[in-house]
């Protein structure tokens, strides 16, 4: 038998971006808000997921990012906090570890959802930047586009929307005109620019792919451009769209997401900083500039 020791060597520390009082803030009230929901989110109505992220905007940096499951990170196989000990004890391995995975998970990278009205300000954005879009649009309520019948949230109408009105009353019927003024081919470029479709590669694991759960020039119709550009019909992750948004409003710069600000040595030396320069421009400053005004 021979022996070898090996000589402990200290790792690196990992500086991040993380505020703590922001993080506690998010932590405090999804807890709250799950609290007052728990008999909805029994019956089917309440939240499922409810995730949280806070981004400074000018250079990527996140600031708190938690969702509605937390777990102990010394004992992270319990499912006690979620399911009675009875319950826990009829599951299966595999129905356990679905459990766990879903707990474990982090919502705000690894599950997708269609953004709704939160996509309505790139549409106006993509409209600004092509010059392609009219001053008003008429909304009566309703659109028959493509054999279908779609709607607004206000069925008698909105009546005459200016570009900055059909934002404040987050009118379907105007974003529809917007979008087939657009048309499909500047849509979907500026789909790409935002990076929809694309990953964020934030400094974490797990982060979904949704370049099968959007649109192209190539497979889309009528009906699908019109219903993305009030943001249903195709998938986000919070991440993503954190991210794009953020561009929208700070003069146009897309910024990588992340969590590690540095990396220092046992001695406190800095191994490595994360660099904050965008890694591109969506939007011009003065698109930027008046849809923030709109927002």
């Known amino acids: 038998l021979e022996r070898t020791i090996k000589e402990p060597v200290n790792g690196n520390s990992l500086i991040t971006t993380i505020d703590l009082n922001i993080q506690t803030i998010i932590d405090e009230n999804i807890a709250r808000f799950q609290e007052e929901h728990r008999d909805e989110e029994i019956t089917g109505a309440g939240s499922q997921h409810t995730g ?6 000018q250079n990527g940096e996140i600031l708190g990012m938690s969702d509605n499951f937390t777990y102990d990170l010394n004992n992270p196989w319990d499912l006690t906090k979620y399911y009675s000990q009875e319950e826990a004890n009829t599951f299966s391995e595999k129905e356990r570890l679905e459990k766990l995975n879903a707990i474990w998970q982090n919502f705000c990278i690894t599950y997708t ?15 600004l930047e092509t010059g392609k879009l009219k001053e008003t649009y008429e909304c009566d309520g309703v659109e028959r586009i493509g054999g279908h019948d779609i709607k607004c949230s206000n069925r008698s109408g909105h009546g005459t929307e200016t570009i900055e009105k059909a934002v404040m009353d987050s009118c379907n019927d105007a974003l529809m005109g917007m979008a087939i003024d657009i048309g499909k081919e500047d849509f979907y470029k500026y789909q790409n620019i935002f990076n929809f479709g694309l990953k964020t590669n934030i400094d974490l694991p797990g982060e979904a792919r949704t370049d099968g759960l959007i649109y192209t020039v190539d497979n889309t119709n009528l009906t ?7 943001g249903q019909n195709f998938n986000v992750t919070m991440v993503q769209l954190a991210s794009a ?13 992340h969590l590690v600000r540095k990396i220092i040595d046992e001695n406190g030396n800095t191994v490595q900083n994360v660099e904050n320069s965008p890694l591109k421009q969506t939007i011009s400053k003065q698109t930027s500039d008046t849809v923030k005004g709109y927002l």
């Open 52 to 57: 949280v992220i806070v981004m400074n905007p």
């Open 113 to 127: 959802y269609e953004p709704g009205s939160t996509a309505k300000p790139f549409t106006v954005a993509t409209g």
């Open 224 to 230: 699908s451009l019109a219903t993305n550009s009030f």
């Open 245 to 257: 948004f953020s561009s929208l409003i700070n003069g146009g710069y897309y910024y990588q997401p």
